[in-house]
């Protein structure tokens, strides 16, 4: 089944007595989607007719964290479900928050590795 991402399953992203779970990885339909977020082409600025290329790299950044945030636990979560409202109003600042992104981010690389030869 290395084939499929499978559903289901969490990693822990722990400091001190909390966690953040997040998914191993996302599967091809969430990235693609996700990638959607990142780039889109919309009218040049006072044209009807030049489309240009616009990046969002905030509204991706906060699609990725929606979209692999799976879970909280600890004091620190105390009474915030873990909800896509409540993910969006995580303090980036946080230690933890922090590190589940790098997390996030390392095994979600926007750049393929190529292949080996």
């Known amino acids: 089944m290395a084939m499929f991402v499978r559903s289901g399953e969490r990693v822990p992203v722990t400091l001190g007595e909390d966690?953040?779970?997040?998914?191993?990885k996302m599967d091809l339909?969430?990235?693609n989607r996700l990638m959607d977020e990142l780039a889109h082409i919309e009218q040049a600025p006072g044209s009807s007719t030049e489309?240009?290329?616009?990046?969002?790299?905030?509204?991706?950044?906060?699609?990725?964290?929606?979209?692999n945030i799976v879970a909280w636990e600890g004091p620190a979560?105390?009474?915030m479900p873990c909800t896509e409202a409540n993910i969006r109003l995580l303090d980036p600042d946080e230690p933890l928050v922090d590190m589940a992104l790098d997390e996030i981010g390392k095994r979600n690389?926007?750049?393929k590795k190529s292949p080996k030869a």
């Open 109 to 111: 690389p926007l750049a």
């Open 77 to 79: 979560f105390e009474g």
């Open 29 to 31: 339909g969430t990235r």
């Open 19 to 24: 966690t953040i779970y997040i998914l191993p």
């Open 51 to 67: 489309p240009s290329m616009a990046f969002a790299l905030g509204r991706y950044m906060t699609a990725l964290a929606v979209a």
